[in-house]
């Protein structure tokens, strides 16, 4: 997705397997062009190494499984070029079902120190998570598309 409209160039990266941090950074990436921006979303399961010094903004949402952040975003905030971008962090978990300060501490917050980014913003949103009974198949889903939608709105002024 390309604007012709010159806010600044984004980068909206996604790490996803149940699909809701791929719709997540559809919606940040769809608020984000209607307000001027240019933006280029990539799923990391096919383009494993973006290039970022093409963006002045780089948004990376990832998902948990197992008490692990995906591999792929973490390797995406592992480049030492995001030290001079604008960066901003989201993540989709079954832990910011109830709590999601206790998932940005537990998952993002250990990121951000060991990588010595600076994020403008970094926020975990609800998710899909297992149905108990260990059917694996069956997800119970808690996504938020609106509070989303109200954080990439909120968004647009910070990267402004």
Do not use: C
């Not at 940040?28 to 799923?43: C, H, K, M, S, T």
């Not at 290039?51 to 995406?76: F, P, Q």
């Not at 250990?110 to 059917?135: S, T, V």
């Not at 198949?137 to 598309?145: E, L, M, N």
Request: no cysteine; charged share 30%; proline share 5%.
């Amino acid at each position: 997705m390309i604007s012709d409209k010159d806010n600044g160039q984004v980068l909206v990266a996604y790490a996803t397997k149940g699909g809701v941090t791929e719709e997540y950074s559809s919606i940040v990436a769809g608020i984000l062009i209607a307000n001027g921006f240019q933006v280029e979303q990539v799923d990391l399961r096919r383009n494993k190494r973006p290039e970022i010094s093409d963006h002045d903004i780089v948004i990376l949402g990832t998902g948990v499984r197992m008490g692990r952040v995906y591999g792929r975003g973490k390797k995406l905030l592992g480049q030492e070029a995001l030290k001079n971008k604008k960066l901003v962090i989201f993540l989709s978990s079954g832990i910011a079902i109830e709590d999601p300060e206790q998932a940005r501490q537990k998952f993002l917050l250990p990121l951000i120190e060991k990588y010595g980014l600076q994020p403008l913003d970094y926020r975990a949103f609800p998710g899909r998570m297992p149905e108990p009974g260990g059917n694996k198949d069956k997800k119970k889903d808690t996504s938020d598309p609106e509070m989303v939608k109200k954080w990439a709105k909120d968004l647009v002024e910070k990267l402004k």
